[in-house]
């Protein structure tokens, strides 16, 4: 999921050209993602992570890295499985 989270946000969110994101990187503080592309990141990682992101949820805590996305979807997957 890292790879594929990486890669979109390279070929379709990046407001400029960009060989390497770190997993750490604030990606709406350096300007990698604007709002607009957060929004098609959310949207992508809803149908790639096979979850849905509740409005509360969508809080630049989940957001902020690559880090935090992956925490944010293994916590998403992990609360579904206990719910099943």
């Given at each position: 999921?890292?790879n594929k ?45 096979q979850i ?15 880090s935090h ?16």
């Amino acid at each position: 999921m890292k790879n594929k989270i990486i890669d979109y946000i390279k070929s379709d969110l990046a407001t400029e050209t960009v060989e390497e994101i770190g997993l750490n990187e604030d990606l709406l503080g350096s300007g990698l993602v604007d709002s607009v592309g957060m929004v098609q990141l959310v949207l992508f990682i809803e149908n790639e992570g096979q979850i849905i992101v509740a409005p509360e949820e969508m809080i630049i805590d989940n957001f902020m890295t690559i880090s935090h996305i992956l925490e944010y979807i293994k916590r998403k997957r992990d609360t579904e499985t206990k719910q099943s």
